[in-house]
DNA sequence: AAGAAGTATTGCCCTAGAGCAACACTTTGA
DNA sequence: TCAAAGTGTTGCTCTAGGGCAATACTTCTT
């Protein structure tokens, strides 16, 4: 099998039972792209029509609020899925960016791909089935997290769940993710 | 059809086309339910191993947060799908407790009966795969409300694209639901 | 119909975190 | 290799929203 391609397969195979043959056969969907450090993927208010798999580095996925203050959602490091998923469901404009944070190695498939995929194979029905759960589950816990911690708590549970997101970028960046000033995460640290 | 399934068939029926046979067939896997008004479904530490539908009524999602603050998920009117998600997927203890906020009338699916039709007819693999996208969709939404909006503009929001859930339900409750103190809600009603 | 319990509003004061400015330290790029 | 741009830290001040207490108003309950 094509190098590109193991960290995929290894991934599928940890979630579901896949065939090696019908891997090799639908593997070819996913295009190999290389990603610059803070190379932009895709800019908001552009229709998102691609889910992206990284093999190597790390993509962020933010956005602006009404007073400009970025606002990071989600960071997708190597072996994990990540698309703007509202503007690839409703094919409207997203309000997101996906950018490298890194020099960056990933695998895109096409929106149509993806979902004939969805629909024809019953492992990726399953994997999206996965990737949607998982992706609810952590956005909820990210909600609760918000409504009702503060702004140290936030940063206590990302340092016990999340680690690497603390280790591996900058502190504007986490605190972007926390949605705090890179001001306030500076002191917090003290108190920890 | 008896009456009671007619809600159900037609939420299927608007997002998939669904076989009246068939849905005859499997309907009966939803079982009739009535709650009384604060009547709780499920109690957080509980794992939650159903899928509820609301006829009638309206049930609230919510769970606490450390220092005992009430904080609401999600409010699930009549034609609403609601579970406690994160315990139903990973058969864990909830963290939320689900409680009727009216007099309601639900239809309640097991989780098994749930799984089994999503893995056997395909239109509820597909209503079940919708379910799992708009939720994803409001929460991320939610989150991006919580990381980069005031108290304001989050009510303001709500005003326009969730209006019912300010006539129909109490200040405390919409309060728990934006994050905010009923004191600081009654105040910022007074600057619209 | 009356007391009890919950809900809404408002005044007062307090705190977590924002915003700005200054300075030190790294990284980047021609 | 050296300027330029970005990053992290910290002091000072400000503000959105929290918490408490008092009062008015509803709504349950019996």
New interface residues.
């Given amino acids: 099998m094509n190098d590109v391609y193991v960290k995929l397969y290894d991934y599928l195979q940890r979630k579901t039972q896949v065939e090696k043959n019908a891997f090799l056969d639908y593997c070819h969907y996913f295009k190999l792209k290389t990603l610059k450090r803070n190379e932009v993927l895709l800019h908001q208010n552009t229709v998102c029509n691609f889910n992206i798999f990284v093999n190597k580095g790390c993509l962020r996925f933010y956005?602006y609020?009404?007073?400009g203050?970025e606002?990071t959602?989600y960071f997708a490091f190597e072996n994990k899925f990540g698309t703007s998923?509202?503007s690839l469901?409703?094919q409207e404009p997203s309000?997101e960016n996906i950018q490298a944070v890194e020099k960056s190695e990933v695998l895109i498939i096409s929106r149509n791909d993806f979902y004939h995929l969805v629909k024809t194979i019953p492992e990726i029905?399953l994997v999206?089935?996965d990737i949607?759960?998982m992706?609810?589950?952590t956005?909820?816990?990210?909600?609760?997290n918000?409504?009702?911690?503060s702004a140290l708590?936030r940063l206590k549970w990302l340092m016990k769940y999340q680690p690497f997101i603390l280790t591996r970028l900058s502190n504007k960046m986490v605190a972007s993710y926390l949605?705090i000033t890179p001001y306030t995460l500076s002191r917090l640290k003290t108190e920890l």
Avoid: H, M, P, W
């Avoid at 956005?139 to 609760?144: I, L, M, S």
């Avoid at 918000?146 to 911690?149: L, N, S, T, V």
């Fill in positions: 956005s609020s009404d007073e203050k606002l959602r998923l509202t469901i409703n309000n029905n999206y089935r949607l759960e992706a609810y589950i956005t909820t816990k990210r909600v609760y918000f409504q009702g911690e708590d949605g």
